[in-house]
């Protein structure tokens, strides 16, 4: 049963049945988001029909608005073709690509690792070194590269030869906005607005608006470059409420900014327009009315598995916000203001991580510094009798962990060990903290990346 956890070290994190139980909500959240699983249960081939559906949830208000369904008739269209952009993109490229097997013309992936996937067909076996059906292109990220712009332009060679009677399916991911890089005009802007933009204390909104008026390809240029084929773009959304156009710089999605706010945005940073040559994304609607752009997985999935979840170990559980954010250190302990004895408290989002008046910077990231930021608040942990965890969805936590686990047991190996967590935390080196507590959660990495996953149970 070890082996089937998303969890690796479950077993060894869960010591008491109060972690486990937050473990096993955790594991359904991760298990919801499973890329090879998710593309496998929403996307069936039967025949000459491609379906794609989303797993009917029975909620309703908000819950609702993302949920779809539609069938496409493959007959209809001469050539079928794979593009995926972002983290998670070549995994779930690979699943559809099997699925289609001999009905698949070509596909190019950018993402940032090669899939761990067995392929059995064997052409796309062959295929899947570099030749044909389905090239990988292995890019960097936060910063683009040269191989970036390579593997960007033969997705745009292969979408400027596209017809109206040709079907091309995207997986469109988070990470996309640095992956698809067009040109090394667009390479070396980036650089300066990823540096100068994130130093002046930039939101991703501001970022986004000026990364989509730098590129041809991103803010709906990929759209106008695969016009007039027919699209269907999956999107995988890490963005704190969902916009579309926001995941990936948003290239297949209408962009609603215009060159001027891109303008507005540099000014107010300080930012010279001698060093950036904005350009206008495209306004025709015509590019658009062929694209059928679908939320195809979000951090509601992995939230909503995790509250089933805590419903079968018959817990009280509420969703305290699926666009969480604010400063990491804060998160979970005002998360610990909510609870209430027998309850399960779950979260999703993105926090930030202030690293100004550190003298040390050591290594960690957000969720690590979200429990850390809880142990230095331990009574809360000892007198409320809490366990609390936060993880990245897609098991990296930009560093080998996914997140940690904090409760009584955590604070007193760190007394027995005669830890100071202040100054770790002072120092932002809540890995090395965990390291040696022996709270780090470590994940298999094959889950998308939607968002930043917490839980909270306050024992009865």
Request: net charge neutral; proline share 2%.
């Amino acid at each position: 049963m070890k082996n089937n956890f998303h969890i690796k070290n479950f077993e060894e994190l869960a010591t008491n049945p109060l972690r486990e139980k937050a473990l096993l909500i955790a594991e359904a959240g991760l298990n919801a988001i499973d890329i090879e699983k998710a593309v496998d249960s929403r996307i069936k081939v039967e025949g000459d029909i491609l379906e794609l559906h989303h797993p009917a949830y029975e909620k309703k208000g908000d819950y609702t608005s993302w949920l779809w369904g539609i069938k496409i008739n493959l007959k209809e269209f001469k050539r079928i073709f794979i593009v995926g952009i972002g983290k998670g993109s070549a995994l779930a490229s690979a699943v559809l690509a099997q699925k289609l097997g001999d009905k698949l013309a070509k596909g190019i992936v950018i993402d940032v690792k090669e899939p761990e996937f067995k392929i059995e067909n064997s052409r796309l076996r062959q295929d899947f070194g570099g030749q044909v059906k389905l090239k990988i292109y292995k890019g960097t990220h936060p910063l683009p590269s040269k191989q970036n712009i390579k593997a960007t332009k033969e997705i745009i060679t292969l979408a400027e030869n596209l017809n109206e009677d040709d079907l091309l399916i995207n997986f469109i991911c988070g990470g996309g906005s640095a992956l698809a890089c067009a040109s090394d005009k667009e390479l070396k802007e980036a650089a300066v607005i990823f540096k100068e933009l994130t130093s002046s204390g930039a939101d991703i909104k501001e970022m986004n608006i000026v990364r989509k008026h730098i590129s041809e390809f991103k803010g709906g240029g990929f759209a106008k470059i695969a016009y007039p084929a027919r699209v269907v773009s999956l999107i995988v959304s890490d963005v704190i409420g969902n916009d579309m156009s926001t995941v990936a710089s948003g290239p297949t999605v209408f962009d609603m900014t215009t060159k001027e706010e891109a303008e507005n945005v540099l000014k107010k940073y300080g930012i010279s327009l001698k060093k950036i040559d904005l350009l206008e994304t495209p306004k025709d609607q015509k590019y658009f009315k062929k694209i059928k752009n679908i939320l195809f997985v979000c951090n509601n999935d992995a939230v909503l598995a995790m509250e089933e979840k805590a419903k079968e170990m018959e817990l009280s559980s509420r969703i305290f916000s699926l666009s969480y954010d604010g400063e990491a250190r804060e998160a979970l302990v005002k998360l610990v203001d909510e609870i209430w004895p027998g309850g399960v408290l779950l979260a999703a989002g993105e926090t930030t991580v202030t690293l100004k008046g550190a003298k040390k910077n050591g290594k960690g990231s957000r969720n690590q510094e979200a429990a850390l930021g809880l142990i230095t608040n331990n009574q809360l942990l000892i007198t409320n009798n809490i366990v609390a965890l936060a993880l990245a969805s897609d098991g990296h936590d930009n560093n080998e962990a996914a997140g940690a686990i904090v409760d009584s047991e955590t604070v007193e190996k760190a007394k027995k060990l005669k830890l100071e967590p202040e100054k770790f935390l002072e120092n932002h080196d809540s890995f090395h903290f965990f390291e040696k507590t022996g709270d780090l959660i470590f994940a298999e990495q094959k889950s998308f990346n939607v968002a930043d996953l917490m839980v909270i149970i306050k024992e009865k």
